[in-house]
């Protein structure tokens, strides 16, 4: 494909019905150099069969079809980008559109240099006709609140450099969890006035209204995934909120596990929900193995087994787990203090 062709990734669960309208609005596109990839992400309806005749019906065009177990959207999406051929990537969920002149403007501003990002107004449909438009980048802001929408145009090497989308985070914002993962590396957005990207409103309960009740617990966990662009302090804090969490919120946690058994986030998560259930055994568990696999200066779950440890009496354990945040974790507020409460705790224990 040529420097300026756009893989459109659409992943799909149970919403066949629309998916020959996105499709639709990608072949009446004024720029021509585009693939469609579905994601077909394990669903019961007809999303496949809807494909394949899309495909069909549009044999001039590339309509690529990949079909894989259940993961959730930033899985799937995953999925289509590793599989993505063109330079350019744009998400679109299965029930939106684009305009027709979206790609060809998105990729005129993508010339700009330096930009890697490119986010349109979004236009809603259906029962609400509101245009919303985003305010330029700014790494600040982003921290705090999600800026852009899931539609913006970027090159799938910033995917690649990012490291893709977190499949574990539960509920949603895996946008806004990406355009950190994006910030961290180096994001360059520009933002466009025209509404192109066309968001679907139903009377029916979206993604945005099913995260409503647990938007600030997926935001504490959200942040969990950013330790190095947020205060330990606060993360600290964010802790005991997650800790706090229902059961329907720690089964899909332990969901999260089965299917993303190498991820840690949700090892971390799951942990500080047993460690103040008082499940400290199941606890240091979760701790143990999230440790083991989080990546390099992302302290959260050795800080957790260190502490669930020192309430065990695990003395041998403490002894083992301290020299190493000693070392790698020195720069924390408090691990200056641990050395003196972990002779403190063998002071107190039986000979």
Known sequence: MTSDS????????????????AVQSVVEQTHRRWEIVIVDDGSPDATAEVARR?????????????????????DARNRGIEAAVGPWILPLDAD??????CLEQLLAAAAEPGVNLVCPAKQEFGTSQTVVRYPPFDAERLRQENLYHCSCLFPKSLWQAAGGYEPTLPFGLE???FWLRCSAVGLCARVLAEPLFLYRRTEGASMIDRLAPRVGLVEAMLRTLHPA???PRQLLTLHAL???????????ISRKIERFPDRHPPYLWRGL??????????????FETGA?????????AAWHLFETAMQQRRHADVQRILPQLLEQHAYLPWVKDVSGAFGAAKSRSPE
Not at 96 to 101: G, I, K, V
Not at 276 to 286: G, N, Q, V
Not at 292 to 300: K, M, T, V, Y
């Open 292 to 300: 083991s696999l989080a990546s390099e200066g992302d302290w959260q």
């Open 54 to 74: 899309l495909g069909s019906e549009h044999p001039e065009c590339t309509i690529r079809l990949i079909r894989k177990p259940n993961g959730g959207l930033a």
């Open 273 to 286: 929900i047993y460690k103040r259930r008082k499940s400290l055994d199941l606890a240091y568990a979760d």
């Open 229 to 231: 662009q947020f205060d």
């Open 6 to 21: 756009v893989s459109v990734v659409v992943p799909c669960f149970k919403q066949a019905e629309y998916l020959p309208e």
């Open 96 to 101: 939106d559109r684009l305009a027709p002149e």
């Open 175 to 177: 946008d806004w969890d």
């Open 242 to 252: 997650i800790g706090i969490s229902d059961d329907e919120t720690l089964a899909e």
